[in-house]
């Protein structure tokens, strides 16, 4: 059975309305991708905070840090799963797939990211973002410290903390829209179709 069909259960504003200096990334997702991912689509509604989402998802998933870009997608399917972000799940889950060659570990991140053979870093890596999503006000000094034992350091740990925000924050838009993950999503890197 397919998911529904839609980008978002609000008024989906036709691309015609693309402004051009957002038309470059599109096309470079079309090209990149074969697809242009929904959350931009759904994001398109407010062409300034387009903008600024994207300069913030770039930032924090492509720019250079000590996380490297399997990790940065790792807490984004493990703070998803808490919060039972559908839209995350499945396209973060793709891209762990993707990045990691391996098709389960996507899967048992989803699930219980408890289950995977993790290294000890990204373990810790993986219980603290889920501990700040869970519960952030029992964070303390002994969870960062747990951070820096596993060889983080403090650029880490912040980088790891504005990871682990900015998916609770966009798993609540994504939940408050009903915003849909394109379908490419569910067959990439399975070992099978794309």
């Known amino acids: 059975m397919p998911q529904p069909s839609h980008v978002m259960d609000l008024q989906e504003p036709s691309e015609d309305s693309l402004p051009e200096d957002l038309q470059p990334y599109f096309a470079k997702c079309r090209d990149k991708l074969g697809f242009v991912p929904n959350v931009l689509r759904a994001w398109l509604l407010r062409p300034e905070k387009l903008r600024n989402f994207i300069r913030l998802y770039d930032e924090l998933m492509l720019a250079p840090s000590g996380l490297s870009k399997l990790e940065r997608e790792m807490i984004a399917v493990a703070v998803s799963a808490s919060n039972r972000c559908y839209y995350c799940l499945v396209a973060h889950g793709a891209a762990v797939r993707k990045i990691s060659g391996d098709p389960q570990l996507g899967e048992m991140l989803?699930?219980?990211?408890?289950?995977?053979?993790?290294?000890?870093?990204?373990?810790?890596?993986?219980d603290f973002a889920v501990l700040l999503t869970e519960a952030p006000h029992e964070v303390t000094a002994d969870d960062r410290q747990a951070l820096r034992e596993e060889g983080f350091s403090e650029e880490d740990i912040f980088d790891i903390a504005e990871t682990a925000a900015f998916f609770n924050y966009t798993n609540r838009v994504a939940h408050a829209v009903d915003m849909m993950p394109n379908a490419e999503y569910h067959d990439l890197a399975r070992g099978r179709g794309a």
């Open 110 to 126: 989803a699930f219980n990211y408890r289950v995977a053979e993790l290294s000890d870093r990204q373990r810790a890596m993986l």
